[in-house]
């Protein structure tokens, strides 16, 4: 038989494709028979976020969504909690530095 993925001949009792690693119609379960090879997003789209914070997150979540769903959620999460947290940790400072310093208690 012959993979659906790649069309290369495979030996029968095979259950996945040795060329690409598509599941072998009809011995795979039910569910993978939409499987389409899996391309990772590229680590380099952590840049993104890294250096334009929430900003960077969506435009790398908009542009990887389709393509790796799980990788653009984490970029978009990545990118959003390095905006909140510096954003959260500068403004407890400015309340701590701010705020009336305790009473000294009375005798
Ligand atoms: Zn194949």
Redesign the pocket.
Known sequence: MF??????E?AEPATV??????PVRGIAPPGTSSWKPVEHASGAWYLLPLFFGIIGGTIAWAVNRDKDPGRARNLLIFGVLWTVIPTVLIALAVFFYYAPAPRAPVP
């Open positions: 993979c659906q993925s790649c069309g290369r495979i494709c040795p060329n690409c690693g598509a």
